[in-house]
């Protein structure tokens, strides 16, 4: 294992639950052992995305919570999960929040890997709804059970500090003081932090429910 590891300013950071999952495909091809896990963290989310903001970080607690209440005490299964996402890929911020929910769950679209004699596939497996837009909202579903479950994300429950509005243009342009550049990464991250630590203080901001006879779209 390499001695590198990447430093994270955010020591928050350390505290998200780290997301398991078995990985059938690692064991079969030699990669795991077979009573091996997947441990997937938000450092690997970060280094996904380039950097941490609400909706990197919402979608990996949205992907959290939906295993949770898919599988129980149960481990997930890597690449036995379905995702529809309620909206087009460049709607909202969908498209980088799919690209979190497919680094954890495998579940991809056309690009994803079409499997090995008709097993392992993860190719259709995380579809957009650009039919039935609905905000913030996704649908896990187990391919072995067909139990599904509906996560949103209220967004609007966050708190906003109105020194944002102020801030944010000046660190996007380059313009702002030092000053006023902590001061900003220090509300961004806190909105950061609130989303992955601090959920269960803002009533409203994740939703989880079971959904009955949901069918998945056909491919």
């Known amino acids: ?19 398991s999952l078995k990985e059938p495909l690692a064991y079969v091809l030699g990669s795991q052992e077979k009573d091996s896990l997947c441990h997937f963290t938000f450092h690997d989310a970060i280094k996904m995305a380039g950097h941490a903001c609400p909706a990197v970080s919402s979608a990996y607690k949205v992907t959290a919570l939906a295993l949770k209440a898919l599988y129980g005490t149960e481990t997930p299964v890597r690449g036995e999960i379905l995702v529809l996402i309620k909206g087009g890929a460049t709607q909202l911020a969908y498209g980088p929040q799919s690209q979190v929910i497919t680094l954890i ?6 690009t994803g890997f079409k499997g090995l004699g008709g097993k392992y596939s993860r190719f259709n497996k995380l579809v957009f709804d650009e039919d039935d837009f609905q905000f913030c909202t996704y649908i896990f579903q187990r391919a072995d059970t067909g ?4 996560v949103i994300y209220d967004p609007g429950k966050l708190p906003e500090d109105p020194a944002m509005a102020e801030l944010s243009p000046k660190v996007i342009k380059g ?3 030092p000053e006023e550049h902590a001061r900003f990464i220090s ?3 806190d909105k950061v ?7 269960n203080k803002l009533p409203g901001l994740f ?3 079971e959904l009955k006879d949901f069918e998945f779209p056909a491919a």
Do not use: H, N, P
């Open 187 to 189: 509300l961004w991250q």
């Open 105 to 110: 769950t495998g579940a991809s679209g056309i």
């Open 147 to 150: 139990k599904a479950v509906r």
């Open 175 to 177: 313009g702002a003081t």
């Open 1 to 19: 294992m390499s001695k590198d590891s990447t430093a994270w300013k955010q020591k928050f950071y350390d505290e998200v639950e780290t997301i």
């Open 193 to 199: 932090k609130k989303i992955l630590l601090e959920s």
């Open 207 to 209: 939703t989880v429910e």
